[in-house]
């Protein structure tokens, strides 16, 4: 008989009252390794090219999680660099009024794409909220079979997984599998076990 995917794997990562992760293929017991497929998300739906990367008192969107300026180096100007073609201090001192001009500009949605994230119109992506299941993604732009269930709403994971649906029933296991944290690394003992998977 061939072997479910998810059959007798654990969530082996859980951030307490969080998220609950599933599915790594690094984990997989039987040693299935899933391909990943496109990416499946309306970034338009989830309203990301409305939201400015700056606000008004100049922060930047906390969906971005930006924490330092480091963060902020590696995932907005780096790409935002690469995508306008400049590869030398010189090309940005010519062009720095320019790059001033285009972050203020930035919607959250053009920074996904310049790290490399693809985006489909007419999906209706919905927001992640609580009890969202979604793929996580692989690389920008393709997720694999690694699963997220969301406890909280997480704005940080709109346009960066892929929604495939939502707890309706049981929601209460959800929390009381979300309450401890496990780390594949440090306590996967304490990982619940998914005995069977199906689709309804």
Same mark, same amino acid.
Not at 85 to 110: C, F, H, P, W, Y
């Given at each position: ?12 990562? +859980? ?11 690094? &984990? ?9 497929? #496109?990416?499946?998300?309306? *970034? ?8 400015? &990367?700056? $606000?008004?008192?100049?922060? +930047?969107?906390?969906?971005? =999680? ?8 590696? @995932? ?8 306008? *073609? ?6 940005? #001192?010519?062009?720095? @009024?320019?790059?001033?001009?285009? &972050?203020?500009?930035? $919607? ?7 790290? %490399? ?6 999906? %209706? ?15 920008? /732009?393709?997720? *694999?079979?690694?699963? +997220? ?7 940080? &994971?709109? /346009?960066?997984?892929?929604?495939? %649906?939502? +707890?309706?029933? %049981?929601? $209460? ?5 979300? $309450? ?7 306590? =996967? ?12």
């Amino acid at each position: 008989m061939k072997s479910r995917y998810y059959d007798q794997s654990s969530f082996h990562t +859980v951030v307490p009252g969080r998220t609950l992760r599933a599915g790594n293929p690094a &984990l997989n017991r039987f040693g299935l390794q899933p391909e990943s497929i #496109r990416a499946e998300i309306d *970034g338009a739906a989830l309203g990301l090219d409305t939201r400015p &990367l700056f $606000s008004s008192s100049a922060e +930047v969107d906390p969906s971005l =999680a930006i924490a330092n300026r480091e963060d902020f180096e590696r @995932e907005i100007l780096a790409p935002l660099y690469l995508a306008e *073609g400049i590869d030398t201090a010189q090309a940005l #001192r010519n062009q720095s @009024e320019k790059m001033m001009q285009r &972050l203020q500009q930035m $919607s959250v949605l053009d920074v996904l794409e310049n790290l %490399g994230h693809r985006y489909s119109a007419a999906l %209706g992506t919905q927001p992640i909220t609580q009890g969202t299941v979604a793929l996580m993604t692989t690389t920008p /732009g393709e997720t *694999g079979v690694e699963l +997220v269930i969301s406890l909280l709403p997480s704005p940080w &994971l709109d /346009g960066r997984v892929t929604p495939i %649906g939502n +707890v309706v029933d %049981g929601m $209460s296991v959800i929390g009381e599998i979300g $309450s401890i944290e496990v780390n594949p690394r440090r306590n =996967a003992e304490l990982g619940t076990t998914i005995y069977s998977m199906r689709i309804l």
